[in-house]
C-alpha cells in the first residue's frame, strides 16, 4: 500500500533519498529551483535522459525585487539549454502555488483554469498534459519554447487567472 502523502512532501511508497535517485525513478520531474540554482540542482538531478522534466521556474534575482535579464530568450529557451537531455516542457509557472490548486484547480464550465505548456516535444508536452488534467486544470498548449514568452514574468499571461474563452485560438491538450 502506498505510503500516505506527508505534509507538503511527494508520494512514494519508498523514500527518496537523493535528487539523482528521484530522478532515475521518475518518468516525469518536475523542476522547480530557484533560479540562481538551476544549474547545481541539474547536476545534483543527475541524467534526464529520457525524461520529462516540467520546469517551473521563473527568472527572479537572488534578491527577490526584480527579475534577471535573458536577453532575447524565454525562460524555456533559457532554461532547457541547460537540461540538454530533458524531454523540456514548460508549465505551472505562472501563479502562486497557494493559489493554482486551492482556488483554481477542479473548477468546471466557463470557469475552469486553463494551464499553459509550452515545449518542442509534442508527445512530453501531451503526458504532462494528463497531469494537469488529472490536478483539475485544463492543459492548452501556447507552442514551442520559442512560443513561450507570454507565460513567463512580464509576458501577457503571467500572473493571470485563464479560461478557455481566454485563448480561443490556442490548442488544448
Ligand atoms: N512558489 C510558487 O508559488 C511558484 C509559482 C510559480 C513558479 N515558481 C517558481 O518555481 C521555482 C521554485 O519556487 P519555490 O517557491 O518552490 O522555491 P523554494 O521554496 O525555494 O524551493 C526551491 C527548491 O529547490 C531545491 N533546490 C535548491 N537547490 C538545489 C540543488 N542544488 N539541488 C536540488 N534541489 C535544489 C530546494 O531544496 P531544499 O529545500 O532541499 O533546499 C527546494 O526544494 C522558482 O523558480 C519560482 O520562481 C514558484
Excluded at 3 to 16: K, N, Q, T
Excluded at 45 to 58: L, Q, R
Excluded at 156 to 163: L, S
Amino acid at each position: 500500500m502506498a505510503a500516505p502523502i506527508p505534509p507538503g512532501g511527494y508520494v512514494s511508497d519508498s523514500p527518496l533519498t537523493t535528487p539523482a535517485e528521484a530522478t532515475l525513478r521518475a518518468d516525469v520531474v518536475v523542476f522547480a529551483p530557484r533560479f540562481e540554482h538551476i544549474d547545481a540542482a541539474a547536476q545534483a538531478a543527475g541524467s534526464f535522459e529520457g525524461k520529462i522534466v516540467i520546469d517551473t521556474s521563473n527568472p527572479y534575482n537572488p534578491e527577490r525585487n526584480g527579475f534577471l535579464d535573458l536577453g532575447d530568450q524565454t525562460v524555456a529557451q533559457f532554461v532547457s539549454a541547460r537540461l540538454p537531455s530533458a524531454r523540456y516542457v514548460r508549465g505551472f509557472n505562472t501563479i502562486p502555488t497557494e493559489t493554482l490548486l486551492p482556488e483554481l484547480a477542479g473548477r468546471s464550465g466557463p470557469d475552469r483554469a486553463v494551464l499553459l505548456l509550452s515545449g518542442d516535444d509534442s508527445a512530453a508536452k501531451a503526458i504532462a498534459a494528463g497531469l494537469v488534467r488529472d490536478a483539475g486544470l485544463e492543459p492548452v498548449d501556447l507552442g514551442t519554447r520559442a512560443d513561450s514568452g507570454s507565460q513567463d514574468p512580464g509576458g501577457d499571461y503571467y500572473g493571470k487567472e485563464i479560461h478557455l474563452a481566454d485563448v480561443p485560438s490556442l490548442p488544448r491538450l
